[in-house]
């Protein structure tokens, strides 16, 4: 059974950075694709980041990239999101998401692949 746990959340000041870590457990992930999504209150869940764990390509939204970095460390089996220049529009609980890596690229944008999910780390970003 995949087990994910997030941590690295917190509260930051505007322009400051955090480091989320996302641990996975319970099989051999070299076949999957992690994802990071995130949901504000009273918004939906959007999708923020997502790397192949075989080959480490990269994706992310539009409203993240060059802000965030997406990383996997095979010898941990732990996923990061690297988080710089935080703004308050960012603030959100943070998931981390696992699924077999069986889909067209188009489709790690959205939560279709993703069957397994983590129960979430809280990131606030003051003003």
């Known amino acids: 059974q995949v087990q994910l746990v997030e941590s690295g959340g917190g509260l930051v000041q505007a322009g400051g950075s955090l480091r989320l870590s996302c641990a996975a457990s319970?099989?051999?992930?070299?076949?999957?694709?992690m994802g990071w999504f995130r949901q504000a209150p009273g918004k939906e869940r959007e999708f923020v980041a997502a790397?192949?764990?075989?080959?480490?390509?990269?994706y992310y939204s539009g409203s993240v990239k060059g802000r965030f970095t997406i990383s996997r460390d095979n010898a941990k089996n732990t996923v990061y999101l690297q988080m710089n220049s935080l703004k308050p529009d960012d603030s959100a609980i943070y998931y981390c998401?696992?699924?077999?890596?069986?889909?067209?690229?188009?489709?790690?944008?959205?939560?279709?692949?993703?069957?397994?999910w983590g129960q979430g780390t809280q990131v606030t970003v003051s003003s």
């Open positions: 998401a696992a699924g077999q890596d069986t889909y067209r690229i188009s489709s790690y944008y959205t939560a279709t692949p993703y069957g397994n």
């Open positions: 319970g099989r051999t992930f070299s076949s999957y694709v």
């Open positions: 790397i192949r764990w075989s080959g480490g390509s990269t």
